[in-house]
Every structure is written in structure tokens, then in C-alpha cells.
């Protein structure tokens, strides 16, 4: 059988891709790299890696994810900075799904700021 694919759309296998990330064997190098992560998190509903790579700032202290949506594509639009060595970044973004019989989209431009080193989903303008 072929390893599943990762669900933000590079087409690799979910194990070589988002999957070091989700499980703790690899971190974002990247703000895109962060923001793949967490749109396959929604689409495995894995609430807690979502939490995990919220900014402390803006992280709610819950999150209830509907499993009643499913995330079925990502198409990333623009990246500004948050490269290797920078601090910031923006990434704009088409989410598509589908949620009770209709397909829909979300579109957003997504901060993301470096917390320790590490890369963090801000909040969205």
C-alpha cells in the first residue's frame, strides 16, 4: 500500500512531511513550513499540535475542532519573510472544505512570529 499523502498539498507522504512535525521529530523551519502543519492538523483534528504551535499571546485556552468539516485542499497564495533567519512572517492562504453537503473556502493572511526559537502561529489579519 502507498503511504497516505500529506494533506497540505506537496505531495509528500503525510510520515516525511507533516507528520515529523505533528509527532515532535521535527519542527517548522519555516512560517509556511508552520502554516502547512496546522492546515493538516485541522484536517486530521489534531486540536492539541494546534494549540501547541499557538502563539502565547493570542492561544485560547480551548479549542473544539467541528468534525463535521472536512478540510479537502490547500492552495498557499503568498509568503512574506518568514524564511530560515527571520523573526516574522506572513502567509496568505485558500483553504477549501466541505461542511454539510457544500463545498466552501476559507481565505486568510496568517502572522506568525518565533517564540523561543521556534515558529508560532500569531493570529490572522
Do not use: N
Not at 501547541?52 to 499571546?57: L, Q, S, V
Amino acid at each position: 500500500m502507498a503511504p497516505r499523502r500529506c494533506p497540505c498539498g506537496t505531495g509528500l507522504a503525510y510520515a516525511e512531511c507533516c507528520g515529523r512535525l505533528h509527532d515532535g521529530t521535527a519542527t517548522a523551519a519555516t512560517a509556511e513550513q508552520l502554516m502547512r502543519s496546522r492546515y493538516s492538523a485541522f484536517a486530521l483534528g489534531d486540536a492539541g499540535y494546534l494549540l501547541d504551535t499557538w502563539h502565547p499571546a493570542t492561544r485560547p485556552p480551548s479549542l473544539e475542532l467541528d468534525p463535521t468539516v472536512r478540510w479537502t485542499g490547500l492552495d498557499v497564495l503568498a509568503v512574506a519573510d518568514g524564511g530560515l533567519l527571520a523573526a516574522e512572517g506572513t502567509v496568505e492562504f485558500r483553504a477549501s472544505y466541505r461542511h454539510e453537503g457544500r463545498t466552501g473556502s476559507q481565505h486568510e493572511v496568517s502572522r506568525f512570529a518565533r517564540v523561543d526559537g521556534a515558529w508560532r502561529y500569531l493570529d490572522a489579519v
